[in-house]
Protein backbone atom coordinates (compact mmCIF):
# COMPACT_ATOMS: atom_id res chain seq x y z
CA UNK A 1 0.00 0.00 0.00
CA UNK A 2 1.11 3.70 -0.27
CA UNK A 3 3.22 5.22 2.53
CA UNK A 4 4.55 8.46 3.85
CA UNK A 5 7.95 8.78 5.68
CA UNK A 6 8.77 11.78 7.68
CA UNK A 7 12.68 11.46 8.82
CA UNK A 8 12.70 13.81 11.47
CA UNK A 9 10.15 13.47 14.46
CA UNK A 10 11.50 16.41 16.46
CA UNK A 11 12.84 19.57 15.33
CA UNK A 12 14.35 22.45 17.65
CA UNK A 13 15.55 26.20 15.93
CA UNK A 14 15.86 29.17 17.10
CA UNK A 15 14.01 32.42 14.93
CA UNK A 16 15.84 33.04 11.44
CA UNK A 17 16.90 29.68 10.91
CA UNK A 18 16.42 27.57 7.83
CA UNK A 19 14.01 24.90 8.38
CA UNK A 20 14.02 21.24 6.43
CA UNK A 21 11.60 18.54 7.01
CA UNK A 22 12.20 15.19 4.87
CA UNK A 23 9.74 13.49 2.80
CA UNK A 24 9.31 10.94 0.96
CA UNK A 25 6.48 8.53 -0.13
CA UNK A 26 5.81 4.77 -2.06
CA UNK A 27 3.01 5.10 -4.02
CA UNK A 28 1.71 3.39 -7.48
CA UNK A 29 0.90 5.76 -10.08
CA UNK A 30 1.01 9.58 -9.72
CA UNK A 31 0.18 10.78 -6.24
CA UNK A 32 -0.50 14.58 -5.41
CA UNK A 33 1.39 15.23 -2.78
CA UNK A 34 0.01 17.43 0.61
CA UNK A 35 1.78 19.25 3.33
CA UNK A 36 -1.01 19.88 6.43
CA UNK A 37 0.15 22.26 9.74
CA UNK A 38 -1.99 21.48 13.06
CA UNK A 39 -1.25 23.85 16.13
CA UNK A 40 -2.44 22.47 19.02
CA UNK A 41 -5.98 22.21 19.88
CA UNK A 42 -7.16 22.88 16.06
CA UNK A 43 -7.18 20.11 12.77
CA UNK A 44 -4.40 20.15 10.59
CA UNK A 45 -4.74 22.69 8.12
CA UNK A 46 -3.56 22.95 4.58
CA UNK A 47 -0.82 24.55 3.33
CA UNK A 48 -0.22 23.16 -0.14
CA UNK A 49 0.08 20.56 -2.50
CA UNK A 50 2.09 19.88 -5.61
CA UNK A 51 0.66 17.24 -8.23
CA UNK A 52 3.14 16.93 -11.38
CA UNK A 53 6.96 16.52 -11.62
CA UNK A 54 9.30 19.50 -10.71
CA UNK A 55 5.99 21.05 -9.51
CA UNK A 56 6.63 23.63 -6.93
CA UNK A 57 4.25 24.51 -3.82
CA UNK A 58 4.14 27.03 -1.36
CA UNK A 59 2.36 28.91 1.31
CA UNK A 60 3.41 31.38 3.86
CA UNK A 61 7.35 31.36 2.81
CA UNK A 62 7.19 27.09 2.90
CA UNK A 63 7.79 25.56 -0.18
CA UNK A 64 8.54 22.17 -1.55
CA UNK A 65 9.16 20.59 -5.15
CA UNK A 66 7.68 17.57 -6.48
CA UNK A 67 10.59 14.90 -7.47
CA UNK A 68 9.74 11.89 -8.76
CA UNK A 69 12.64 10.33 -9.24
CA UNK A 70 13.82 10.77 -6.17
CA UNK A 71 9.47 9.94 -4.55
CA UNK A 72 10.32 12.96 -1.91
CA UNK A 73 8.63 16.38 -1.34
CA UNK A 74 10.43 17.71 0.82
CA UNK A 75 9.18 21.08 3.64
CA UNK A 76 11.87 23.99 3.34
CA UNK A 77 12.04 27.28 4.81
CA UNK A 78 14.41 29.75 4.90
CA UNK A 79 13.62 32.03 7.85
CA UNK A 80 11.56 30.55 10.68
CA UNK A 81 9.64 32.26 13.23
CA UNK A 82 8.18 31.48 16.83
CA UNK A 83 4.49 31.39 15.11
CA UNK A 84 5.80 28.64 12.86
CA UNK A 85 6.08 25.65 15.92
CA UNK A 86 3.34 23.44 15.41
CA UNK A 87 3.41 19.89 13.81
CA UNK A 88 3.84 19.56 9.92
CA UNK A 89 2.58 16.40 8.10
CA UNK A 90 3.45 15.23 4.41
CA UNK A 91 0.50 13.33 2.85
CA UNK A 92 -0.50 11.75 -0.66
CA UNK A 93 -3.63 11.32 -2.11
CA UNK A 94 -5.07 9.47 -5.32
CA UNK A 95 -5.24 12.58 -8.08
CA UNK A 96 -8.29 10.51 -9.46
CA UNK A 97 -10.54 9.11 -6.77
CA UNK A 98 -11.98 11.10 -3.68
CA UNK A 99 -10.37 8.83 -0.98
CA UNK A 100 -8.70 9.40 2.05
CA UNK A 101 -4.74 10.93 2.26
CA UNK A 102 -2.03 8.74 3.71
CA UNK A 103 -0.16 10.94 6.18
CA UNK A 104 3.61 10.63 7.42
CA UNK A 105 3.81 10.51 11.19
CA UNK A 106 4.17 13.99 11.27
CA UNK A 107 7.17 16.51 12.36
CA UNK A 108 6.93 18.46 15.74
CA UNK A 109 8.59 21.88 14.99
CA UNK A 110 10.02 23.68 17.60
CA UNK A 111 11.35 27.34 17.45
CA UNK A 112 12.62 29.39 19.75
CA UNK A 113 13.45 33.62 20.01
CA UNK B 1 -15.74 29.89 3.10
CA UNK B 2 -17.03 27.43 5.54
CA UNK B 3 -16.22 25.41 8.40
CA UNK B 4 -16.11 22.28 10.28
CA UNK B 5 -18.21 21.87 13.35
CA UNK B 6 -17.40 18.75 15.45
CA UNK B 7 -19.63 17.95 18.24
CA UNK B 8 -18.79 17.21 21.55
CA UNK B 9 -15.46 18.79 21.37
CA UNK B 10 -14.45 16.01 24.53
CA UNK B 11 -16.39 12.44 24.80
CA UNK B 12 -15.62 10.71 28.09
CA UNK B 13 -17.17 6.86 28.12
CA UNK B 14 -16.99 4.00 29.51
CA UNK B 15 -15.65 0.62 28.40
CA UNK B 16 -18.02 -1.20 25.92
CA UNK B 17 -20.42 1.87 25.37
CA UNK B 18 -21.35 2.71 22.10
CA UNK B 19 -20.41 6.62 21.31
CA UNK B 20 -21.31 8.64 18.54
CA UNK B 21 -19.17 11.63 17.42
CA UNK B 22 -20.83 13.90 15.15
CA UNK B 23 -19.67 16.34 12.25
CA UNK B 24 -21.14 18.83 10.05
CA UNK B 25 -20.16 21.04 7.09
CA UNK B 26 -20.88 24.14 5.42
CA UNK B 27 -18.66 24.07 2.36
CA UNK B 28 -21.37 21.90 0.11
CA UNK B 29 -18.32 19.68 -0.16
CA UNK B 30 -19.57 16.26 -1.52
CA UNK B 31 -16.74 14.24 0.27
CA UNK B 32 -16.28 13.62 4.00
CA UNK B 33 -13.98 11.82 6.03
CA UNK B 34 -13.21 10.58 9.44
CA UNK B 35 -9.49 9.89 10.56
CA UNK B 36 -8.32 8.91 13.94
CA UNK B 37 -5.09 10.43 15.17
CA UNK B 38 -3.59 8.78 17.88
CA UNK B 39 0.00 10.31 19.94
CA UNK B 40 2.89 9.56 17.55
CA UNK B 41 1.14 7.89 14.65
CA UNK B 42 -0.28 10.48 12.56
CA UNK B 43 -3.33 10.39 11.32
CA UNK B 44 -5.30 7.10 9.89
CA UNK B 45 -8.36 6.48 7.70
CA UNK B 46 -11.27 5.18 9.80
CA UNK B 47 -14.60 6.00 7.08
CA UNK B 48 -15.19 8.35 3.90
CA UNK B 49 -18.39 9.19 1.88
CA UNK B 50 -18.14 10.68 -1.68
CA UNK B 51 -22.08 11.15 -1.45
CA UNK B 52 -25.05 10.98 0.76
CA UNK B 53 -26.03 7.68 1.93
CA UNK B 54 -22.50 6.42 0.61
CA UNK B 55 -19.82 5.02 2.92
CA UNK B 56 -16.92 3.64 2.40
CA UNK B 57 -13.81 1.79 4.73
CA UNK B 58 -10.86 3.30 5.04
CA UNK B 59 -7.78 1.19 6.80
CA UNK B 60 -9.00 1.27 10.51
CA UNK B 61 -12.99 1.02 10.37
CA UNK B 62 -13.19 -2.55 12.67
CA UNK B 63 -14.77 -1.38 15.55
CA UNK B 64 -17.01 2.03 14.04
CA UNK B 65 -19.99 2.32 12.32
CA UNK B 66 -20.44 5.57 9.90
CA UNK B 67 -24.02 6.94 8.75
CA UNK B 68 -23.90 9.37 6.25
CA UNK B 69 -28.28 11.08 6.06
CA UNK B 70 -27.65 14.54 4.79
CA UNK B 71 -24.88 15.83 2.35
CA UNK B 72 -23.58 18.16 5.26
CA UNK B 73 -23.00 15.59 8.29
CA UNK B 74 -21.15 12.89 8.69
CA UNK B 75 -21.30 10.42 11.90
CA UNK B 76 -18.98 8.16 13.16
CA UNK B 77 -19.88 5.49 15.87
CA UNK B 78 -17.53 3.51 17.97
CA UNK B 79 -19.42 0.32 18.52
CA UNK B 80 -17.85 -0.56 21.56
CA UNK B 81 -15.55 1.95 23.13
CA UNK B 82 -11.84 -0.01 24.12
CA UNK B 83 -9.44 1.77 26.56
CA UNK B 84 -6.86 1.48 23.58
CA UNK B 85 -9.23 3.89 21.57
CA UNK B 86 -8.09 6.89 23.07
CA UNK B 87 -7.48 9.17 20.34
CA UNK B 88 -8.53 12.70 18.54
CA UNK B 89 -11.03 11.99 15.76
CA UNK B 90 -10.86 14.41 13.00
CA UNK B 91 -13.54 14.78 10.46
CA UNK B 92 -13.00 16.61 6.79
CA UNK B 93 -14.56 17.47 4.00
CA UNK B 94 -13.37 18.23 0.56
CA UNK B 95 -14.95 18.48 -2.98
CA UNK B 96 -14.57 15.27 -4.02
CA UNK B 97 -11.05 14.42 -5.92
CA UNK B 98 -8.13 12.75 -4.21
CA UNK B 99 -6.20 15.78 -5.46
CA UNK B 100 -7.95 18.53 -3.45
CA UNK B 101 -7.44 19.96 -0.39
CA UNK B 102 -9.21 18.43 2.73
CA UNK B 103 -10.60 20.84 5.59
CA UNK B 104 -10.84 19.77 9.04
CA UNK B 105 -12.55 20.37 11.96
CA UNK B 106 -11.23 20.74 15.34
CA UNK B 107 -11.69 17.24 16.28
CA UNK B 108 -13.29 15.24 18.99
CA UNK B 109 -11.17 13.77 22.05
CA UNK B 110 -12.36 10.39 23.17
CA UNK B 111 -11.39 9.33 26.53
CA UNK B 112 -12.77 5.89 27.64
CA UNK B 113 -12.61 4.96 31.16
Known amino acids: GDSVTQTEGQVALSEEDFLTIHCNYS??????LFWYVQYPGEGPQFLFR?????EKGSSRGFEATYNKETTSFHLQKASVQESDSAVYYC????????????FGLGTRVSVFP | GGIITQTPKFLIGQEGQKLTLKCQQN?????MYWYRQDSGKGLRLIYY???????QKGDLSEGYDASREKKSSFSLTVTSAQKNEMAVFLC????????????FGPGTRLTVL
Open chain 2, 92 to 103: ASSIGTGGAEQF
Open chain 1, 27 to 32: ASGYPA
Open chain 1, 50 to 54: ASRDK
Open chain 1, 91 to 102: ALGDRGYAQGLT
Open chain 2, 27 to 31: FNHDT
Open chain 2, 49 to 55: SITENDL
